[in-house]
């Protein structure tokens, strides 16, 4: 009563918190942003231009209904569905792109998806414009709901056809603008076809030994700004995790292996207060299995070369009857009884014809289960008379339209690869049978093409019971579980040594992005990026997350906000460049001279002779890639002998022994035009990728998905 009077006395205050919470709620699943002081409602920001959280909502509640994607996923396509309209659109205003009136008409009506229409058919089954224009006025002119909303989706069309004809006249001016000239074409040319001959001696980097040089984390750094556009990099995040498995205990699993051995003998029964029979004396064994067991009772049978492989070697040897286990075969221990043994065929070959009809499984809707019954007797017996006929009367009849293109013909296929009727009919019949079996997908006439090999097959009576933990056993997970997330939280707390000290293993996931959402070995984890992207999120702070089949801590372990990619990350990539460097340095001295001979001498290295390098290749054999080396030998004259050259894998010095003139040509017409029709297919893209990289794009998903 106390805290009822309380309540009365501060109920204005209680009504202002509600009022409060609602406002939340409500301006939550909207997305409140602060910037500038100011209060927005947008997803993102392009050039300046913002985008509607609500509109944009709509849109991916569009892409994902039906399951068809996930949240994340749906959200990725409608956010680059909108950069690239934003961006096109301020392209298409800029440059004054716009489509009239007229314009737009003739898009419409000459639009296939229009022209189709038979409403805009004329009494000569021509179209006609009239009658569009016509029911688009009636449209307008009508106040119904479904007038409407058949306008809007006409006002819609007609805003695709103007954006789709935009673009097509921006990706055509883009295009027209790609030309190149006969004297590019020349160069181009020239590159691929003008050789050169030359020796050479190379002084390798690896000759020199690292311990002679040495490179620090601020030399890297340094060169790694100096190179900033080598070494972008998105801001990304690292983490730690260990897992709890949820998975049963020793004493789980004794526990459910006495329950099924007490299954065979008899089941106590809780309405009767009684023991029922067991598996051993059932008289429904079907009944029994689908009251027991947590996997439904099959009737097929499984060949030998199928059976668990706990099952191969022992049931073979039991008689029928026989009862076999406890046995653990995956996530299910079982107990299995030898119901019947026969000998199957291993594979099987087939024609068929598929008869559909009404409430059939992908059904034909014009005919009823009757006349379909008729209509396969009637087939049937054709076929009985000549069973050469299947193959034609399928091309014609059967409603499996991908036999049919093949006479009905079903190929090679395994026992359990059929429904259970036609597995039946063709595995326990003859070579060259025919007849009819009917399932769910309707009346199947069929012929028995070839029964192939042959094999014991075992009908089993199977009991499973799904390994899982006990309540107890689950309890105690998620006490471990507790425990080690409020010991990692600890300021001092080693996550590597709380995890080894409970039998764990701490596992990396490196270089999240903040849109990520599935993680290695954990799947569809959005919540935990989420939690990682978190604004006040520091190094060393740990969380509990429910996953699949157990619970993970999380440990956040890096948080990159530069552009630039870090030292570590890219620290053995420029250790190698900059310590090449020094090491040419070492090499250099070592190879003056004006005798290749007496340098290769020096350095106890061979002279070797490169032929016909060219400069689109810039290869050298037995040297790799070496753009600089093959452009400083196209600059010299026959017989010249170069300065030592800082390549990629050594110091070089050569001479040059040859230049292969390219043959001559009287135009370069045909090259430059193949050139701008090869430049001009990827110049739209190229294009766009352009103006989005110079685009001020502000991304805000990350804080609401």
Do not use: C
């Not at 500038?36 to 300046?48: D, F, H, L």
């Not at 009636?138 to 695709?160: I, M, R, V, Y």
């Not at 029928?320 to 119901?339: H, L």
């Amino acid at each position: 009563m106390a805290i009822l009077a309380n309540i009365r006395k501060r109920k204005f205050v209680l009504i202002a918190i509600i009022a409060l919470a609602l406002f939340a709620f409500v301006v939550g699943g909207s997305k409140i942003f602060q910037k500038n002081g100011k209060v927005e409602r947008s997803i993102g920001e392009i050039n300046g231009q913002k985008i509607d959280y609500n509109a944009f909502q709509d849109k991916v509640a569009q892409f994902t209904k039906g399951g068809r994607s996930s949240q994340m996923k749906a959200s990725k396509q409608v956010w680059d569905a909108e950069v690239k309209k934003t961006l096109l659109n301020q392209q298409f205003d800029e440059l004054g792109i716009t489509i009239g009136s007229e314009q737009l008409w003739n898009l419409l009506t000459s639009n296939p998806a229009v022209q189709n229409q038979a409403q805009f058919k004329d009494e000569a089954g021509a179209f006609s414009p009239v009658l569009v224009k016509e029911f688009l006025e009636d449209l307008a002119s009508s106040n119904t709901p479904q007038a409407k909303k058949q306008l809007k989706a006409w006002t819609d069309f007609e805003t695709s056809l103007a954006e789709s004809e935009k673009e097509t006249i921006y990706n055509n001016l883009v295009k027209a603008g790609v030309v190149t000239s006969e004297k590019e074409a020349e160069f181009n040319y020239l590159k691929d076809n003008e050789l050169v001959t030359f020796k050479y001696v190379r002084a390798q980097y690896n000759t020199v030994s690292d311990d002679k040089v040495k490179v620090t984390d601020a030399e890297i750094k340094s060169y790694i700004n100096a190179h900033a556009d080598e070494y972008k990099a998105d801001p990304s995040r690292d983490l730690e995790y260990v897992k709890v498995d949820e998975k049963a205990s020793l004493d789980d699993e004794n526990a459910l292996r006495a329950d099924l051995k007490k299954a065979v003998n008899g089941v106590y029964n809780t309405i009767t207060k009684g023991t029922d029979a067991g598996l051993k004396d059932a008289k429904n064994l079907a009944v029994f299995v689908n009251e027991q067991s947590d996997i439904p009772y099959n009737s097929a049978y499984t060949l030998a070369s199928k059976l668990p492989a706990v099952l191969k070697d022992t049931l073979p040897k039991l008689p029928i009857g026989a009862i076999y286990g406890p046995y653990k075969d995956g996530e299910y221990f079982k107990i299995s009884k030898i119901e019947a043994v026969k000998t199957l065929p291993d594979s099987a070959k087939a024609a068929h014809i598929l008869i559909s009809y009404q409430g059939a499984t992908r059904g034909n809707p014009n005919r009823t289960k009757e006349v379909a019954k008729k209509m396969a007797d009637s087939i049937l017996a054709l076929v009985k008379a000549d069973k050469t006929k299947l193959g034609k009367l399928a091309k014609d009849l059967s409603d499996d339209k991908g036999s049919a293109a093949k006479d009905g013909d079903l190929g090679k296929f395994a026992y359990n690869a059929m429904v259970p009727s036609f597995r039946d009919f063709v595995f326990e019949g003859k070579k060259g049978q025919v007849g009819i079996a009917e399932s769910q997908f309707g009346f199947h006439i069929i012929r028995i093409d070839d029964l192939i090999g042959a094999s014991n097959a075992y009908k089993l009576a199977t009991v499973a019971k799904k390994n899982l933990p006990s309540k107890a056993t689950s309890k105690a997970l998620f006490t471990k579980a507790a425990k080690i997330e409020i010991e990692a939280a600890k300021p001092a707390a080693k996550f590597a040594d709380i995890a080894k000290k409970n039998g764990l293993e701490v596992k990396p996931i490196n270089n999240l992005k903040a849109l990520d959402e599935t993680l290695p070995e954990l799947g569809n984890r959005r919540e935990i990026v989420r939690w990682l992207y978190d604004t006040d999120r520091k190094i060393g702070d740990v969380a509990k997350f429910n996953v699949s089949k157990g619970q993970v801590i999380v440990r956040a372990t890096a948080i990159r906000t530069s552009k630039v990619k870090p030292v570590k990350d890219v620290k053995a990539a420029v250790s190698k460049i900059l310590m090449n460097e020094k090491k040419a340095k070492i090499l250099l001295p070592k190879m003056k001279g004006s005798d290749l001979v007496a340098i290769g001498k020096a350095n106890n290295v061979n002279v070797t002779q490169a032929n016909a390098v060219s400069r689109a290749s810039a290869t050298i054999p037995a040297a790799g890639k070496e753009p600089k080396v093959v452009g400083k030998a196209f600059s010299l004259k026959v017989d010249e002998q170069s300065e030592p050259i800082i390549g990629n894998s050594g110091v070089f010095v050569l001479k040059l022994i040859k230049k292969d003139a390219a043959p001559k040509l009287t135009t370069f017409k045909n090259q430059a035009t193949q050139k701008t029709k090869t430049l001009r297919q990827r110049a739209a893209t190229d294009a766009f990728k352009a103006v989005k990289d110079a685009a001020k794009i502000e991304d805000n998903r990350k804080s609401i998905f």
